[in-house]
C-alpha cells in the first residue's frame, strides 16, 4: 500500500494536479457531485425504507435510485484516487483510514441487504420489516460518518 | 413531521458526537512564532508548505492552498530556498515537526492564510 502510495505521487499526473491552478479543485468539485449523487440516492432510499414516503413503491424507487448512486460511484472512485495521490501521507492519517473502513462497512451494509432482506422485498406490506429498517438506519448513519471524516480530513 | 424532527436530530447528535472531541490535530492553545531559513518549499496544491530551518530544529510548516496564497500576495518567488521568513501557528499534537501557519511574514510582507 506504501509502494502504491509512493508511485502514485511520483507520476506525471499527481505533479499535475499539485502544480495546476485548477485541476485540483476542478476533481474536488466532481468528487462532491459523486457524493451527492451516491449519498443523496441512498439516503432517499434509507427514508423510503424508514417510511417516509410510503405511498411511493419502494422497488420502483430502487430501480430509480440506484443506478444513479452507481453513476455517483463513477465520479467518486477516480476523483477520490486522483486527490490522494497529491498526499500518500494520508496513509498515516488515523482520520482518513478511519474514513476508508466506513466506506467499506457502508459497501458490506448495502451488499447484505441486497442480499438478504432486499430479496423478499415483492411481498412488503407499505412498511418495510425492522431488519431492513436496521440496514437503512445504519447506512444513513454510516455515509454521513464517511462525509463527516471527508471533510475532517481538512482540520487533522 | 415528528418523525422527520426526530431522525434529523437524531442524525445531527450523531454528527456532531463524532466531530466533538480531539479531532483537530494542531494545538491552537500553543501558538509559537518560528523565524528560519527556507530549505525546500512547495507552492502546490492542496496547500503548500516550506521546510524551515531554525535555531534548533528544521520544521515542517504547511501553508495554504497556492491559489489562496497568490490572490493574497504571496507569489511562488517569496518562498525561495535560501529566504528569511517568520511564521506564525500551531503546532501539531501529535508530529512535533510540523505546524499550521496562521501568517506569514516574508520581509515586511505579511500574509494571512486562513
Given at each position: 500500500?506504501?509502494?502504491?502510495?509512493?508511485?502514485?505521487?511520483?507520476?506525471?499526473l499527481?505533479q499535475l494536479?499539485?502544480d495546476?491552478?485548477?485541476?485540483?479543485?476542478?476533481?474536488?468539485?466532481?468528487?462532491i457531485?459523486?457524493?451527492?449523487?451516491?449519498v443523496?440516492?441512498?439516503?432517499?432510499?434509507?427514508?423510503?425504507?424508514?417510511?417516509?414516503?410510503?405511498?411511493?413503491?419502494v422497488?420502483?424507487?430502487?430501480?430509480?435510485?440506484?443506478?444513479w448512486?452507481?453513476?455517483?460511484?463513477?465520479?467518486?472512485?477516480?476523483?477520490?484516487l486522483?486527490?490522494?495521490?497529491?498526499q500518500?501521507?494520508?496513509?498515516?492519517?488515523?482520520?482518513f483510514?478511519?474514513?476508508?473502513?466506513?466506506?467499506?462497512?457502508?459497501?458490506?451494509?448495502a451488499?447484505?441487504?441486497?442480499?438478504?432482506?432486499?430479496?423478499?422485498?415483492?411481498?412488503?406490506?407499505?412498511?418495510?420489516?425492522?431488519?431492513?429498517?436496521?440496514?437503512?438506519?445504519?447506512?444513513?448513519?454510516?455515509?454521513?460518518?464517511?462525509?463527516?471524516c471527508?471533510r475532517l480530513?481538512?482540520?487533522v | 413531521?415528528?418523525?422527520?424532527l426526530?431522525?434529523?436530530?437524531?442524525?445531527?447528535?450523531?454528527?456532531?458526537?463524532?466531530a466533538?472531541?480531539?479531532w483537530n490535530?494542531?494545538?491552537?492553545?500553543?501558538?509559537?512564532?518560528?523565524?528560519?531559513?527556507?530549505?525546500?518549499?512547495?507552492?502546490?496544491?492542496?496547500?503548500?508548505?516550506?521546510?524551515?530551518?531554525?535555531?534548533?530544529?528544521?520544521?515542517?510548516?504547511?501553508?495554504?492552498?497556492?491559489?489562496?496564497m497568490?490572490?493574497?500576495?504571496?507569489?511562488?518567488?517569496?518562498?525561495?530556498?535560501?529566504?528569511?521568513v517568520t511564521v506564525?501557528?500551531?503546532p501539531?499534537?501529535s508530529?512535533?515537526n510540523e505546524?499550521?501557519a496562521?501568517?506569514?511574514?516574508v520581509?515586511?510582507?505579511v500574509?494571512?492564510?486562513?
Amino acid at each position: 500500500m506504501q509502494e502504491f502510495a509512493a508511485w502514485a505521487a511520483a507520476t506525471p499526473l499527481a505533479q499535475l494536479l499539485r502544480d495546476d491552478a485548477w485541476l485540483y479543485p476542478v476533481v474536488e468539485i466532481v468528487h462532491i457531485v459523486g457524493f451527492t449523487l451516491l449519498v443523496g440516492a441512498a439516503a432517499m432510499f434509507d427514508l423510503r425504507l424508514l417510511g417516509f414516503g410510503r405511498s411511493l413503491p419502494v422497488q420502483a424507487l430502487a430501480r430509480h435510485l440506484l443506478p444513479w448512486s452507481w453513476v455517483g460511484l463513477l465520479l467518486l472512485v477516480p476523483s477520490g484516487l486522483l486527490m490522494f495521490t497529491t498526499q500518500p501521507e494520508l496513509l498515516d492519517n488515523d482520520v482518513f483510514l478511519l474514513k476508508l473502513a466506513l466506506i467499506a462497512a457502508a459497501g458490506l451494509n448495502a451488499l447484505v441487504f441486497h442480499a438478504g432482506p432486499w430479496r423478499a422485498a415483492g411481498g412488503w406490506p407499505h412498511t418495510a420489516p425492522a431488519w431492513a429498517r436496521l440496514h437503512a438506519m445504519l447506512s444513513l448513519l454510516l455515509w454521513i460518518a464517511v462525509i463527516a471524516c471527508g471533510r475532517l480530513l481538512a482540520y487533522v | 413531521m415528528k418523525r422527520a424532527l426526530f431522525l434529523a436530530a437524531l442524525l445531527t447528535v450523531a454528527a456532531t458526537a463524532s466531530a466533538h472531541h480531539g479531532w483537530n490535530e494542531y494545538d491552537a492553545k500553543q501558538p509559537q512564532q518560528l523565524t528560519g531559513t527556507i530549505e525546500e518549499s512547495g507552492y502546490q496544491q492542496p496547500h503548500g508548505f516550506v521546510r524551515l530551518k531554525t535555531a534548533d530544529k528544521t520544521w515542517l510548516v504547511v501553508l495554504a492552498p497556492p491559489g489562496r496564497m497568490e490572490n493574497r500576495g504571496l507569489a511562488k518567488d517569496m518562498l525561495a530556498v535560501g529566504g528569511k521568513v517568520t511564521v506564525y501557528g500551531y503546532p501539531n499534537r501529535s508530529k512535533p515537526n510540523e505546524l499550521r501557519a496562521e501568517r506569514i511574514t516574508v520581509g515586511d510582507k505579511v500574509t494571512e492564510l486562513r
